[in-house]
């Protein structure tokens, strides 16, 4: 990689995280100056894990391939079970035996 490109990479990683730090922060400042916060806000607020993942797993889940599917399936039943550690754990074994096994 060239020097020019090191620093460019540099400035981005810096901005990225000051742009995170920034808008958690504030945020933070933001939720603390209400004295209460709306039933309608705190739905919308308890919310947002769910449509963060959902972000996450539906782009892989439709375009990950078979394999990434298969594993995503097993994941999800074992999640229903068992901890997040050990859906995590099958979703990782399935995924890398499949790839691993040549069938996929």
Known sequence: MSHAGEGTTLLIILA???ATYATRIGGYLMITRFRSI??????????VPAAVLSTLVAPAFLYGGLDVVVAMVAAFFVGLRFSSIAMLVVGWLAVMALRHSGIF
């Open 38 to 47: 709306h039933p309608r806000a705190e739905a919308a607020l308890n919310a």
């Open 16 to 18: 990225a995280a000051v």
